[in-house]
């Protein structure tokens, strides 16, 4: 509660104006704390309506670029439309949301799509948040991972976009091997073993193996340390309640969730593997 306007503007209101002035200063501290208040909310805090339409902004963005993404090698393949209504079931998207969703994935398609604005009022609107910029990114990335390959134009493309997001070339590499390794961990099945029946019931093959530590971005024969750092590292990157308190659409928690759970199911087993405590 913003109270110094009055205070001074009472006290120096009664000094220069005596009881009129002491009223009329205190009116006049309490239009300028109000004055503030406003201020301080909308434009740190930002306003509820301002949220919402932040959060419609990335959402709309997210299928429009996986949409343009899908068009890279030239045309939108069964695989990309089929990875683009998988993502909306993981969501839980239905009715108004996904009929959203489809038409921002078809906008992406048009030949005249303006990627670098779309993506540069994304970047702007996520407040330079990195975890959140860095979802966005790898949303796109699960996206040109459709068919389980990464065609040239695809890979090109997410450089750009990594690019005008604020990502370096490294960077996006290395998303680029956690994504494709994180795409084997998850057709190996122990992702959803681990889901279903929180344990494994069978011994990873060495591929399996040094899948986990990929998607950790770990390199094998880590430490328990360097394991457990690297572990906590992606589950604060990638918390859901983190994330929706940056800025996440509401829509898009159960992804982060799903995320959090291949994280932990890739870090169990290298644990367990090692025996690790």
């Not at 949303?139 to 090109?156: K, M, T, V």
């Not at 680029?176 to 494994?200: I, S, T, V, W």
């Not at 591929?207 to 094998?220: F, S």
């Not at 829509?251 to 995320?259: D, I, R, S």
Request: proline residues 3%.
């Amino acid at each position: 509660m913003q109270v110094w306007g009055k205070i001074l503007g009472a006290f120096f209101g009664f000094l220069l104006g005596g009881p009129f002035g002491l009223l009329l200063g205190l009116f006049l501290g309490h239009k300028f704390d109000k004055a503030r208040s406003n201020i301080y909310y909308t434009g740190f805090s930002g306003s509820r309506s301002n949220a919402a339409e932040q959060q419609s902004a990335f959402f709309n963005a997210c299928f429009s670029v996986m949409g343009h993404v899908a068009k890279a090698k030239g045309r939108v393949t069964k695989d990309e439309i089929r990875v683009a209504s998988t993502i909306m079931d993981r969501m839980g998207l239905q009715g108004e949301a996904r009929r959203q969703a489809q038409n921002a994935f078809r906008d992406g398609k048009s030949e005249d799509f303006p990627l670098e604005e779309t993506l540069m009022q994304i970047r702007r609107g996520s407040g330079g948040r990195a975890d959140l910029l860095q979802f966005f990114l790898e949303l796109q990335i699960q996206a040109a991972f459709a068919d389980g390959s990464l065609h040239p134009s695809e890979r090109q493309l997410l450089h750009v976009i990594a690019r005008i997001l604020g990502f370096s070339p490294q960077q996006l590499e290395q998303r680029l091997n956690m994504q494709e390794a994180a795409f084997r961990f998850q057709q190996g099945g122990f992702h959803q073993q681990y889901q279903q029946q929180g344990q494994f019931q069978q011994a990873p093959t060495r591929d399996q193996l040094a899948d986990a530590y990929e998607v950790l971005g770990i390199k094998e024969g880590a430490s328990a340390q360097e394991l457990k750092r690297a572990y906590r590292k992606q589950m604060n990157e990638h918390h859901p309640d983190k994330l929706a308190a940056k800025g996440l659409p509401p829509e898009m928690m159960e992804l982060a969730k799903q995320k959090t759970q291949q994280l932990q199911a890739a870090y169990d087993l290298i644990r367990k593997t090692n025996g690790f405590k």
